[in-house]
């Protein structure tokens, strides 16, 4: 059974960081492409991030490039979201997405950046 949990959002001020964490079961995140969502408040769900199954480069969404990271520990089986820098404008619910081979979605975190 393919199960996504998302953690590690939080409130942080802007220009602050945190890193959002995604732990997947029933499939191997290395042979999966996975990718980042985020859904602001009225507004669609769009991606910020995704990387492929095969070596190359990620995708980033261009407000989050120079700021934002998408990786995976394949010892974990966790695809990761560094953020840095970080904007009142990424306050958001962030959602992890993998095919495997069909599409599956974690339940979100919210991350809010405030002062």
């Known amino acids: 059974q393919v199960q996504l949990v998302e953690s590690g959002g939080g409130l942080v001020q802007p220009g602050g960081s945190l890193r959002l964490s995604c732990a997947a079961s029933?499939?191997?995140?290395?042979?999966?492409?996975m990718s980042w969502y985020r859904q602001a408040p009225g507004k669609e769900r769009d991606l910020v991030a995704a990387?492929?199954?095969?070596?190359?480069?990620?995708y980033y969404v261009d407000s989050v490039k120079g700021r934002f990271t998408i990786s995976t520990d394949n010892a974990k089986n966790s695809v990761y979201l560094q953020m840095n820098i970080l904007k009142p404008d990424d306050t958001a619910v962030y959602y992890c997405?993998?095919?495997?081979?069909?599409?599956?979605w974690g339940q979100g975190t919210q991350h809010t950046v405030s002062s």
């Open positions: 029933g499939f191997t995140v290395s042979t999966s492409p």
């Open positions: 990387l492929g199954s095969t070596a190359g480069n990620p």
């Open positions: 997405k993998a095919w495997a081979p069909d599409e599956y």
